[in-house]
């Protein structure tokens, strides 16, 4: 019992970090937006939180751990609405003696409202808040928890095979959570159109700079503390190995990743652009996140570098697509999630070609459905309420047409 109490009170240490995460987030989105769009992402972030949380305990948990018996896929076997502890939730018994039943849901709690936190900074500044909340509530409610049981909820994913090697890996959801948000930025953006002014005649990307770089820069510090409880706490108890070690290669991939982006962007660009050193660094933590446990400090630092190489590359190609992502969203979570699931099959202890093609196919699989999905949920808005403000909400600010107030009454500049 006591090794109980150790290993839960670790994890609900952990959920509060994750927790802390999304004020990360939603500093990060209104450091790199504009000024007069800060009341309508702070809006969305905290209808996120409050949502998910909601949603998860009304069917998400029950529907991502269907009954918790081996080989179920989530979808097929609903096991109703609302939790109520088993009866060996609050012993031993349960999940090894990790956690409690309770902080079990409370900690894949906070990773669910994850997902639609990535999509909402990729479509900051022009979409209907009705119809962001509306997607929210279905993307949260029905897309995560069923790739989460085909995966963590021991579904066919868990049980893919190819020649002798079973079982995709994804130790902490950098394609479960990171690119599952990902693929829903990607679709959104491109149903919902760039920003006014974004793209000129000629079609090069026009800078729209974010309007308080320092508060940018204190919700990726945010969010990097928070990983040590998004990865730490994937370990599933206070394991002093596993635990020490899957900090230490967390934290080791998200420094190369800045210092792979801000070298690689000078080599470019000729300047030291911060944002993108920001960006590298969550790049970094995004890569290492499916194989932290699997990576030596070596393999974390290579991870890292490539995903903040990889930022750059990824932000330079969506511009060219002339697709508008204020955030960066689409580089750090899709690309650099898809990167790190990859990297499981490259290095660490469970390299090897069958494993890389597991982990390919597990990406396909997770990622049509993402797509198809996010479609259905957005083209469907799009048809009826609509999903884009008018051009004069846009240009005067979402803050005041849609919330009736300003973030910063007593100093107002003028950002049209």
């Not at 839960?8 to 959920?15: G, P, T």
Request: glycine share 14%; hydrophobic share 50%.
């Amino acid at each position: 019992m006591e090794l109980l109490t150790t290993n839960n009170v670790w994890m609900m240490i952990c959920a509060a970090l994750v927790f802390f995460m999304h004020l990360g987030f939603s500093l990060l989105e209104i450091g790199l937006t504009r000024q007069k769009n800060t009341i309508n992402i702070l809006f969305k972030n905290v209808f996120i939180i409050c949502t998910g949380l909601l949603l998860y305990y009304i069917g998400g948990f029950n529907l991502m751990y269907p009954g918790f018996e081996n080989g179920d896929i989530g979808f097929l076997k609903f096991a109703g609405f609302g939790i109520a502890s088993p009866k060996n939730g609050m012993t031993p018994e349960y999940a090894s003696g990790g956690y409690t039943w309770w902080t079990d849901f409370l900690f894949q709690g906070m990773f669910a409202a994850t997902a639609a936190t990535i999509v909402s900074g990729a479509v900051a500044e022009r979409i209907k808040l009705e119809a962001f909340m509306i997607f929210t509530i279905f993307y949260i409610g029905f897309t995560y928890p069923i790739v989460g049981s085909w995966q963590w909820g021991n579904g066919f994913l868990s049980t893919l095979k190819i020649g002798t090697t079973e079982g995709f890996y994804d130790f902490a959801g950098s394609t479960l959570v990171h690119s599952v948000g990902g693929w829903a930025a990607l679709v959104t953006i491109v149903i919902l159109g760039a920003r006014i002014g974004k793209f000129g005649s000629n079609g090069k990307p026009q800078a729209i700079p974010g309007h308080n770089i320092p508060i940018a820069a204190a919700g990726v510090l945010i969010l990097w503390l928070g990983w040590f409880g998004f990865n730490g706490g994937s370990v599933l108890s206070a394991d002093p190995t596993k635990t020490s070690l899957v900090l230490v290669t967390t934290c080791l991939s998200a420094a190369a990743g800045g210092v792979g982006a801000f070298l690689f962007s000078s080599i470019l660009y000729k300047n030291y652009d911060l944002t993108m050193f920001l960006n590298g660094i969550l790049g970094g933590l995004v890569g290492i996140t499916a194989g932290a446990d699997l990576m030596s400090p070596n393999e974390a630092v290579i991870i890292g570098l490539f995903a903040g190489m990889l930022i750059i590359l990824s932000v330079a190609f969506v511009d060219k697509l002339q697709l508008d992502d204020p955030v960066g969203a689409i580089a750090v979570h899709l690309i650099c999630g898809i990167w790190g699931t990859l990297a499981v099959g490259i290095f660490g202890e469970k390299a090897g070609v069958d494993q890389f093609l597991i982990q390919g196919l597990g990406i396909l699989i997770i990622g049509s459905f993402c797509i198809i999905t996010s479609f259905i949920i957005v083209f469907f808005l799009k048809k009826t309420i609509g999903i884009r403000v008018s051009e004069k909400e846009e240009i005067d600010g979402l803050d005041s047409h849609e919330h009736g107030m300003d973030a910063y009454p007593d100093f107002r500049i003028n950002q049209h």
